[in-house]
């Protein structure tokens, strides 16, 4: 009888359910590092500083492109030009003239959201879900919000509508969509997804102004905001929207990519800043000498600040689902074994 019993108990803890030690597995974990399920705080920190630093720099295009005459200037000759100038390379017109089309651009940043729900879902990582979710919500109300209740003085006589137009809500959706997306993908597929993200969001924004339908404050600021919230949406990282202990790994794509779209991007956006300040003087003239520096300096910039907010987005992605734990638990390379 007392053989029968031990067998038993033997059988119990031989087919004892994977899911339980799992959960006796990361609470024994928990204890001994809490980094396996909480980023680290100066994680958290720089999330939260870059993040606010993008909406202040939204705040601060804003003002110059509204309240100085120079910026209205540079606005008005961009948008009511940039047709012309596009006309010089009919294949790129062509091209962003699929995304001018009604309900084009709208159709692909659902179809992206879809796709992120159901990576999110079959991945299972609900408090992340519960992120993505609630960032799309924000950066769609601060647009709305702000497009309603900007003031837009008319400092001069502009070609282009006198109505307010920033910020872009169709570019806050399509940086919003891939920034879902990029959180929630496995770590093999981040670095593809901001540099598709990047050519996608790119196209929406010079869409836009191919259109007539913002000016490029507009679609810069928009770029800004949706960054900005989307970089703040990672401070409130838990476990359920990080890397599995074990499976944590630095990844040569996102360090290459992250590092040479920061790179880009800043250098870009001092070039594009340069630019305009060289032009600065024969804006508020509209002299046409202008006219190329202030189209291309529009598009470098634009291109130049979505590849800065894609490089720091996957950068600081990277650092909250997989951070450096006490244990070692992030697929640091295998140590030559010690001699005895």
């Not at 910039?301 to 490089?311: D, N, V």
Request: glycine letters at 8%; aromatic letters at 8%.
């Amino acid at each position: 009888m007392t053989d029968m019993r031990n067998e038993g108990q033997a059988e119990q803890v031989w087919y004892q359910d994977p899911k339980d030690q799992h959960d006796e597995d990361s609470g024994a974990l928990k204890e001994m590092d809490p980094l396996t399920v909480r980023p680290r705080m100066s994680s958290r920190m720089l999330c939260l500083v870059l993040g606010l630093l993008m909406l202040a720099a939204s705040a601060g295009v804003w003002w110059l492109a509204v309240y100085t005459m120079g910026g209205q200037s540079y606005d008005d000759m961009v948008i009511s030009n940039f047709n012309g100038f596009v006309d010089q390379v009919p294949l790129i017109k062509a091209y962003l003239g699929i995304f001018t089309m009604p309900y084009v651009a709208a159709g692909m940043c659902v179809l992206i959201g879809l796709i992120a729900l159901v990576v999110v879902l079959v991945r299972r990582r609900w408090w992340l879900l519960g992120q993505v979710v609630v960032y799309p919500l924000l950066a769609y109300l601060s647009g709305r919000i702000l497009k309603k209740y900007l003031p837009r003085p008319l400092l001069i006589n502009v070609l282009s509508t006198k109505e307010n137009s920033a910020p872009s809500g169709h570019t806050i959706m399509a940086v919003t969509a891939v920034l879902v997306l990029l959180f929630v993908v496995p770590r093999v597929w981040r670095a593809l997804v901001a540099l598709i993200g990047f050519a996608f969001t790119l196209s929406v924004g010079c869409s836009l102004i191919l259109g007539g339908w913002h000016r490029p404050a507009d679609v810069v600021m928009s770029i800004l905001i949706a960054g900005g919230l989307g970089l703040i949406t990672l401070v409130f990282t838990r476990s359920s929207g990080m890397d599995l202990p074990g499976t944590r790994m630095s990844s040569a794509s996102v360090q290459i990519v992250s590092t040479l779209m920061m790179t880009l991007g800043t250098l870009g956006t001092l070039y594009a800043v340069f630019v305009i300040w060289q032009i600065s003087s024969g804006l508020e003239m509209s002299a046409r000498w202008t006219f190329y520096g202030a189209h291309c300096s529009a598009v470098i910039l634009i291109a130049s600040l979505l590849s800065l907010l894609l490089g720091l987005s996957l950068a600081m992605r990277q650092v909250t689902a997989s951070p450096l734990t006490r244990l070692g638990l992030v697929g640091e390379p295998p140590a030559p074994p010690r001699e005895i």
